[in-house]
């Protein structure tokens, strides 16, 4: 949803212009001084700027000025100066477009959508489309560093997001802990290294929406603290070993290869 922000001293012209945007499902921010509207021009995001240009504070003209120094968001200038030499100025210092009060608010949205349309046009021709990967519900943004799981969006650690990533680009491949430190923190691992270990678990955490059993090989423990059955698939690491040292595993089970390694194989996400 496109963010504005609407910098208008008259409240009751604010609010009108807010009123119909919102109609439009537009997200509208309200600004009443040329300085504070400045600010947070400059301090946040937003898709397109609406302009007054006779503003208590900072005129608009200088806001303009200010704004497209370091931004490229359009912006809208909405004033009752009809001369034509403050609608050059204005567009000389880097306002897209000129509104003159009073102005129909129909117009005024059509004008916003045509602007955003072109500045979208504009912004994809020249970037190259995001790196994407997309796995059964899980979708990875390589570009932004961003996951979703199933439509939501999930947040994670560097780490975590490249851990993730890797394990995604080498699907139904087996890799040891010191494998994936090595390849992930591009680093030797030396001795007892629990930092791959404590990665997998908040992944699963994050990823598993309703984790599957592992019906493939019906690897069943029984646990006498719960009194009930689980699966191996549902350990951690610590717990997988002292059970293959008892030789309680049985062979098989998709989601551990042995007692130091990890593949993501019959995951729902993979």
């Known amino acids: 949803m496109s963010r504005i922000l609407i910098i208008e001293d008259e409240e009751s012209i604010a609010e009108l212009e807010r009123d119909y945007l919102e109609l439009s499902d537009?997200?509208?921010?309200?600004?009443?001084?040329?300085?504070?509207?400045?600010?947070?021009?400059?301090?946040?995001?937003?898709?397109?700027?609406?302009?007054?240009?006779?503003l208590p504070g900072e005129d608009g003209f200088t806001v303009c000025s200010h704004v497209r120094a370091k931004k490229n968001v359009p912006i809208l200038m909405v004033t009752a100066k009809k001369e034509d030499i403050d609608k050059i100025r204005g567009l000389g210092l880097g306002a897209d477009d000129y509104i003159t009060?009073?102005?129909?608010?129909?117009?005024?949205?059509?004008?916003?959508?045509?602007?955003?349309?072109?500045?979208?046009?504009?912004?994809?021709?020249g970037?190259?489309?995001?790196?994407?990967?997309?796995?059964?519900?899980?979708?990875?943004?390589?570009?932004?560093?961003?996951?979703?799981?199933?439509?939501?969006?999930?947040?994670?650690?560097?780490?975590?997001?490249?851990?993730?990533?890797f394990l995604a680009e080498h699907p139904n491949h087996v890799y040891s802990k010191d494998?994936?430190?090595?390849?992930?923190?591009?680093?030797?691992?030396?001795?007892?290294?629990?930092?791959?270990?404590?990665?997998?678990?908040k992944i699963r955490e994050k990823i598993e929406t309703d984790p599957p059993e592992c019906d493939t090989c019906n690897n069943y423990e029984w646990d006498e603290d719960t009194q009930e059955y689980f699966?191996?698939?549902?350990?951690?690491?610590?717990?997988?070993?002292?059970?293959?040292?008892?030789?309680?595993?049985?062979?098989?089970?998709?989601?551990?290869q042995s007692d130091d390694e990890y593949a993501v194989v019959r995951h729902q996400a993979f």
């Open 127 to 165: 970037q190259a489309a995001n790196d994407i990967i997309e796995i059964r519900g899980l979708k990875i943004d390589k570009t932004a560093r961003r996951v979703w799981v199933n439509g939501e969006e999930k947040m994670f650690t560097t780490k975590e997001f490249d851990l993730l990533t």
């Open 101 to 125: 009060k009073p102005f129909s608010p129909s117009e005024l949205v059509a004008r916003v959508k045509a602007h955003l349309a072109r500045y979208e046009r504009l912004v994809g021709a």
């Open 26 to 54: 537009f997200t509208v921010v309200i600004e009443n001084n040329g300085l504070t509207g400045e600010k947070r021009a400059l301090e946040e995001d937003f898709d397109l700027i609406l302009l007054d240009l006779m």
């Open 179 to 201: 494998e994936l430190f090595s390849k992930v923190w591009n680093m030797a691992a030396y001795g007892e290294n629990a930092t791959v270990t404590v990665h997998i678990k």
């Open 231 to 256: 699966c191996a698939a549902d350990m951690d690491e610590d717990d997988y070993g002292r059970l293959m040292q008892e030789g309680k595993h049985h062979s098989g089970c998709p989601y551990w």
